[in-house]
């Protein structure tokens, strides 16, 4: 990545183990070119209010909020526990944001806090060049499928979703997924020093026989521009086949590095009716996924 546009701070949210240790090892390894800060944050749920003033006729017992804050101080230790040993063995130094300098190399913070997991995670997330978060797979609960799209709804930063196997290092070949929209422009602009680091960048479009296919020539034009080595790469859909599967085909064929799209260019509900390509590649993405909404 170009000095100038490199990344200076990274948000990872910390809220279950396995998913922690990914995005953090990934956080890590993006933040070593630009010296950047990463705010690791464990949201702890709000306790609840005390049973005898708030429900008066019979509610939550004694017993179980104090078995759930129990569970909640082992989950913080154990979190806080894996973002100590990843900052020990990476050679992180612990400091506030506030004192982070470039000399000190990557540092990170480690913050134990009280809210609601997908509203205070996206408002701290904002002031942060961008997220990292585990990809959802086949195990992953519905949680985290909820705090990354938290993270692309309510920030307007970008969040990287990143599989167990890690970030390729360097990017050699990253692909993106081009539809014109506001979003996926987004994307190329903030994924810019990702890709001007990158040998090759294919950028990948999908139209439906008899459509128009969308200009790819104004895109690859400003990526070339930027120094990228970018080309366009048009397929087209015939009949039943589903535009999703083969565009996921088409650039799992390439093997990226990175893949780097807009997020829900149509609305949530539609997504959620019609399928869409976002939700796909959460669920099923099986290499690092750059997004901006």
Known sequence: MESDMALKSIFVPFFEEKS????????????KEGKAHISAVHMRS????????YFPLGGVSTEFTEGLQKAEDALAEK???IF?????????????????????????SWTDGEGDLLTDYARLATAFDMSVVAAAGD????????????????TGRPV??????????????????WNGS?????????????????????????????EPFINTDDITAYLRLHGAGAVANEIEVTGNE????????????GKPDLLVMGAYSHSRWREAVLGGFTRHMIHEAKMPVFMVH
Do not use: W, Y
């Open 20 to 31: 922690a240790e990914t995005a953090f090892r990934t956080a890590i390894a993006l933040a």
């Open 46 to 53: 709000r306790p609840l209010p005390p049973t005898n003033v």
């Open 79 to 81: 979190l806080k526990g």
């Open 84 to 108: 100590s040993a990843l900052c020990d063995e990476s050679g992180v130094s612990v400091m506030a944001l506030e004192e982070h300098k470039d000399d000190h190399g990557v540092t990170a």
């Open 139 to 154: 195990d992953a609960s519905p949680m985290e499928e909820s705090i990354a799209e938290s993270l692309l709804f309510q």
């Open 160 to 177: 990287l979703m990143c599989p167990e196997t890690g970030l390729p290092d360097p990017l050699e070949k990253i692909s993106v997924a």
């Open 182 to 210: 506001q979003e996926a422009a987004r994307a190329v602009a903030a994924a810019l020093p990702f890709l001007q680091g990158a040998e090759t960048v294919n950028v990948v479009s999908v139209r439906r026989t008899g």
């Open 242 to 253: 589903n535009a999703t599967e083969r565009l996921d085909a088409e650039i799992r064929e």
